[in-house]
């Protein structure tokens, strides 16, 4: 996998991800952090043209500068449960593919300090370099489960002592009245279609945000900031939080 872009190949480097730097012949000074970094760390900088570099980000924006990432063992939804911080927080996308909000979702998730995030594996852009420079970068850092089934991955976070909450725009109880400080998983269903059937039935709890005005809905990476952060607030608010 290749991500390109400064600030995505800059925590590519921080999170100790990176193989290779490719970096425009021409010197630029954006590009003097991730070269001294990159020499910090012992990680091979090539120089290119900027025609090649086009050719490895598939003809999207590079800012002159492309890493190759290093293969590493993706967590499964066992490892997020087991190997969280604390109360695990985690997100479960259901039939999101759209890299932008993928991207904006995996940004959200870094900030709100959740413990991963669950895809499906098939045609999931989630690994992309899109999605990675939509996420400021923060795809190098968020844990990232690829599951074949999200209904099932869903089972399992129960299995696992996980409580499941459902965003659903015609849910009757409005998300802040949840209690999000135990293990909790946030499942998100793609704008338009919303949660599938059978992943809707295998939640614990639905949730609505509910709208003041004319528009019926917000986009789903808003919506995932919104409820994230709520967590967060109650968290902090908990008895024994620091």
């Not at 999170?15 to 003097?32: I, L, N, P, S, T």
């Not at 997020?80 to 890299?99: Q, S």
């Not at 895809?119 to 489960?145: C, E, I, N, P, Y």
Request: proline content about 4%; aromatic content about 2%.
């Amino acid at each position: 996998m290749v991500v390109f872009g400064i600030h995505p190949v800059l925590e590519a480097l921080k999170a100790r991800r990176v193989a290779a730097v490719r970096v425009a012949d021409k010197d630029h000074a954006r590009h003097r952090e991730i070269l001294d970094l990159a020499q910090s760390m012992g990680v091979p900088v090539h120089r290119e043209s900027a025609e090649r570099l086009e050719s490895r980000a598939r003809g999207h924006v590079h800012q002159g500068v492309v890493a190759e990432l290093t293969e590493v063992r993706a967590p499964d939804v066992a490892d997020l449960v087991r190997e969280a911080a604390g109360a695990p927080l985690i997100v479960v996308l259901d039939g999101i593919e759209d890299p932008h909000n993928l991207g904006a979702i995996l940004r959200t998730a870094d900030a709100a300090g959740a413990g991963g995030v669950v895809v499906q594996d098939r045609r999931s852009a989630a690994r992309s370099g899109v999605t990675a420079k939509a996420s400021a970068g923060a795809l190098a850092h968020v844990r990232l489960a690829e599951v074949v089934n999200i209904a099932r991955a869903v089972e399992e976070l129960k299995d696992l002592g996980v409580w499941t909450v459902g965003l659903a725009g015609d849910a009757p109880t409005p998300y802040d009245e949840l209690d999000f400080t135990g293990p909790t998983a946030l499942v998100l269903g793609a704008e338009g279609a919303g949660l599938r059937r059978l992943v809707r039935e295998r939640c614990d709890f639905l949730a609505a945000i509910p709208m003041a005005g004319r528009v019926g809905s917000l986009n789903v990476s808003v919506a995932a900031g919104v409820v994230l952060f709520e967590a967060v607030r109650q968290r902090r608010r908990a008895p024994g939080a620091r």
